[in-house]
């Protein structure tokens, strides 16, 4: 059982198309953070959030967390090709993190 | 380079017998963690390392698998008896402190069990 639930699963969107990927738990983390991983690599980290109702961007990416520190959302505006990964949501208490399933994005050119 | 390095990348094994996975971490980093990742599954936490201290291995799913470190520096996966549904990408990461923020991911070891 997944600490952490992801969706969608799979996602295949247009290039200048906008997406939303979900991340919902029912336990309270410290932070959560945002990784994505491309075939054959460990997953590179795009962002901590820490402070319920946080909102950060990074470009054309945006990633809020909830008010009561159980659920995010990452927002990608105009999608390219290189946005196409395995993005996944781990929420961390100390040291230790739980990770979700992921969602297969594909951005097609 | 600099980053966590991983091998084999990859390993095909028969069921029954043993594997060792080894880990090169960020030098100077002293916090070390081992991480499995299975097919449509996020990554599932086996065990941390922190400098000196005894390590959490509340992660490991059976008594088939161990991890050691070395000096502080190079870790060693290993898992006996092996069985299909150890099939996995097993993943390592290291942090210069015990931090969740910090973890700096290897490419991983793909391991298949026939």
């Known amino acids: 059982t997944q600490l952490l639930e992801q969706s969608p699963q799979f996602l295949s969107i247009q290039e200048g198309e906008n997406l939303t990927v979900y991340c919902n738990s029912s336990s309270v983390f410290s932070s959560l953070q945002w990784y994505r991983q491309e075939p054959g690599e460990g997953p590179v980290l795009l962002v901590t959030v820490v402070t319920g109702g946080e909102v950060k961007k990074l470009k054309r990416l945006t990633f809020q967390f909830g008010d009561a520190r159980k659920d995010s959302s990452l927002h990608i505006t105009a999608a390219q090709p290189g946005d196409t990964g395995l993005y996944l949501c781990a929420g961390a208490n100390d040291y230790k993190l739980s990770f979700g399933a992921g969602t297969t994005v594909t951005v097609r050119a | 380079g600099a980053g966590v390095s991983q091998s084999p990348s990859n390993k095909v094994t028969e069921k029954g017998k043993d594997v060792e996975l080894r880990c090169d971490p960020i030098?100077?980093?002293?916090?070390l963690y081992w991480y499995r990742q299975s097919l449509g599954q996020g990554l599932e936490f086996l065990i941390y390392f922190q400098g000196n201290s005894a390590p959490d291995k509340s992660g490991l799913p059976s008594d088939r698998f161990s991890a050691e470190r070395t000096g502080g520096s190079v870790s060693t996966l290993t898992i006996q008896r092996t069985q299909q549904e150890d099939s996995a990408v097993y993943l390592c990461a290291s942090s210069l402190v015990a931090s969740p923020d910090t973890q700096y991911f290897g490419p991983g070891t793909r391991l298949t069990v026939l």
């Open positions: 030098s100077g980093h002293t916090a």
